[in-house]
């Protein structure tokens, strides 16, 4: 059994363009594991090496691998940091024990790195800071140390190390703590000297700072600081190591992905600072029929097994992969666990270690691994897994909805059944993705986190199902409904020379409250229509109303009273009274003011304070009634009900007017009158259609 004390197990987060894939690139190089420094921009990537990242040349999925240093065995999860994307970073994060988080010496932080940071937040994962690039023209160390720490106030960013020079003569970084230079030659190596003499006051400055800092989250060592005693350095480095596992203290390092500055002293400082899975402590979950039956599992190899699905794959020739974080216990190949969550006992074959685009046959894989077996059947993302003898349900991550919208349909006839099954399939392998049919307009629609969400997922589906899908704008499930009373008659009679048909109805029509539905009396007296044809007369006015009177919409929100009528000795069937009751409807539809019914949704708006606004005005030009706001940390929440044939175009104007810092969720909510030029456009749209019939 491996050392577990030995094992790291991180994540590396950023916006996209920041240089994670190239800085774990240079892991892989500097380590040993790879014989060239991959490149995404030259498509040589170990990391990213789906064909629809490497045309965009940026990460899209999370990839997985794992490294050597100085005796410690480090798992990394390459995460993706588009917008469209950050689902799969939220739902993998769940697997690490730690973050490192990389920040352009340029660019500095965007938003997707708020956001990474804020799901790392919400896990308590202790972070690392990396300022990234300094290598790049304009490189700003100091004034990207400035801007995270406004972005970010906890864990505190504190750097451990300085650079020595920015742009082209960034050369590497020197140690706070040690007051040590580490200079970098072109293949990584460092040589280690004294402080440069121009850097002395600045050296003093920050390291008092980080000692201060340092001394803060430690009682006795504040109580020695205050007291003007000499801290000493291994009372530093152990308070500091506690600090960041405690989420007190996130350091800041300076480095350059592409020229392999200051990448050892930052792998020391992961190997060192972040917890191994003993370190992080027991991990959380509950039984599976009660979520306030807390559980917990020890990352002890000898305990019993249980890990968390962090990620699927779904490939039309080698199968389902199923990839999967070990909590505890200890799994080896040709073996079985239970799947918790659905409660399905599940066999595997091979074990495999990820290695980038590639996989790995081991033996074994214990607490602090993430590995991968094959051809499940009944495992999916996000679920938990289990020594049979000691099930238990581990938190994970709920899936983000969904914010765009399609109708989907094969771009070659017949092709249909090729296309919604290969969506399905990549259903499997991206939660976020999600197919379902309009009963109403009779469309299949696709939804997901954006167009490029869309966009790459219809790539995937021609790369590897060779099928072609065409995107329309989804069409509005309207309703009609009327706004006053009438009392009409429906006859049908029909005389051919032999049997004929004789139904006769009269029905009284009114509207009901909104969400009210359909109600039929029957106030026949009399037997003046028999009992067996009143079911008919209701079929028919039901079937009346499914198609529509006016726009071929359902209609809703009415009360038919059936209250006379006569029939035919001979004549009468229930196929007659069911037209007669289809006719008496149409017919008093028309005279009972039908109007059209629109579907409002119940938007939630999350935006920053600067944007609301503009993002309010927004709202209201899209007719919406606002309902309320809310303060929630930096970031406001506005609550509207929009008509959502306003929202089908909603994301890239919040994205727009937030810069990217907006998010939103919307649900149905009720359907309400249509404005007049609403409802002359759907009727008008729908009369060449009902003539052409």
């Not at 140390?145 to 451990?160: G, H, Q, Y």
């Not at 700072?209 to 005693?229: G, H, P, R, S």
């Not at 990839?323 to 495999?352: A, C, H, I, M, W």
Request: aromatic share 6%.
């Amino acid at each position: 059994m491996k050392d577990v004390s030995k094992q790291r197990t991180i994540a590396l987060i950023a916006h996209g363009g920041a240089g994670k894939t190239s800085l774990a690139e240079a892991f892989l190089f500097l380590t040993k594991v790879s014989t060239r420094l991959g490149s995404v921009a030259e498509s040589t990537s170990v990391l990213d090496y789906e064909p629809e990242e490497i045309k965009r040349k940026n990460s899209l999925g999370s990839s997985f691998h794992y490294f050597p240093w100085k005796k410690h065995q480090v798992t990394f999860v390459d995460t993706p940091g588009g917008e469209n994307f950050l689902n799969d970073t939220r739902t993998v994060l769940y697997g690490v024990d730690s973050a490192v988080v990389l920040v352009d010496a340029v660019d500095m932080v965007k938003v997707s790195t708020e956001k990474g940071w804020a799901f790392a937040d919400s896990l308590k994962l202790p972070r690392l800071v990396v300022i990234n690039k300094m290598d790049r023209e304009r490189a700003d160390f100091y004034k990207t140390l400035e801007n995270i720490t406004e972005s970010f106030t906890s864990p505190k960013a504190v750097p451990v190390a300085l650079p020595i020079g920015a742009e082209d003569k960034f050369s590497g970084l020197v140690d706070l703590l040690r007051q040590k230079a580490h200079v970098y030659d072109q293949t990584g190596k460092a040589t280690e000297g004294p402080v440069p003499a121009g850097m002395l006051e600045l050296v003093s400055e920050h390291r008092g700072k980080l000692v201060e800092a340092i001394a803060e989250t430690d009682d006795a060592l504040l109580d020695k600081y205050f007291e003007e005693q000499e801290l000493t350095l291994e009372e530093l480095e152990a308070a500091l190591k506690a600090a960041v596992q405690q989420g007190k203290i996130a350091p800041v390092v300076p480095a350059s992905g592409l020229k392999l500055s200051g990448l050892g002293y930052l792998l020391d400082q992961i190997v060192a600072l972040l917890p191994s899975p003993q370190e992080r402590g027991q991990v959380l979950g509950h039984k599976a029929d009660d979520e306030e039956a807390i559980l917990d599992r020890e990352p002890d190899p000898a305990a019993p097994f249980g890990g968390l699905v962090i990620k699927t794959v779904v490939d039309p020739f080698a199968g389902q992969l199923t990839v999967f974080r070990v909590f505890s216990g200890t799994v080896t190949p040709d073996g079985g666990f239970l799947n918790v969550t659905r409660g399905q006992k599940e066999r595997y074959g091979q074990l495999f270690a990820l290695e980038g685009k590639g996989q790995k046959p081991i033996e074994e894989a214990g607490p602090g691994d993430i590995v991968a077996v094959a051809k499940l059947k009944n495992t999916l993302t996000s679920d938990s897994l289990s020594d049979e003898t000691a099930p238990v349900v581990f938190w994970a991550s709920q899936p983000m909805d969904p914010v765009v919208h399609f109708a989907v349909e094969a771009k070659a006839k017949g092709d249909e059944e090729k296309v919604f099954a290969a969506i399905n399939k990549m259903t499997l392998e991206d939660v976020t993705l999600r197919l379902a049919r309009n009963n109403q307009t009779k469309e299949m629609i696709v939804s997901g986190m954006g167009q490029i969400h869309i966009d790459v997922t219809l790539e995937k589906i021609k790369r590897k199902y060779n099928v072609d899908v065409v995107l329309k704008t989804p069409k509005v499930a309207f309703k009609e409904t009327i706004k006053s009373r009438a009392k009409v008659q429906g006859k049908y009679k029909k005389q051919t020379g032999g049997k004929g048909q004789y139904g006769d109805a009269v029905i009284e029509l009114e509207p009901l409250p909104r969400g009210e539905g359909f109600i039929f009396e029957d106030k026949i007296v009399g037997g003046v229509i028999p009992r067996q044809y009143i079911p008919a007369v209701e079929k028919g006015i039901v079937e009346a109303m499914a198609g529509g009177v006016v726009s071929g919409n359902p209609v809703v929100d009415c009360k038919v009273a059936l209250v006379f009528g006569s029939y035919h000795d001979v004549d009468s069937s229930e196929m007659a009274f069911k037209i007669a009751g289809s006719m008496a409807f149409k017919k008093a539809f028309l005279e009972c003011q039908p109007t059209i019914l629109e579907p409002v949704a119940l938007l939630t708006a999350t935006v920053p304070e600067d944007a609301m606004g503009d993002v309010m005005g927004d709202i209201s030009s899209r007719r919406g009634k606002l309902l309320g706001t809310e303060s929630r940390g930096k970031m406001q929440i506005i609550s509207a009900h929009v008509p959502q044939m306003e929202l089908l175009t909603y994301s890239p104007s919040l994205t727009s007017m937030t810069g990217g810092r907006g998010s939103f969720t919307m649900e149905f909510a009720h359907y309400d009158e249509a404005p007049v030029q609403i409802k002359d456009k759907v009727i008008s749209e729908y009369k060449p259609q009902e003539e052409k019939e």
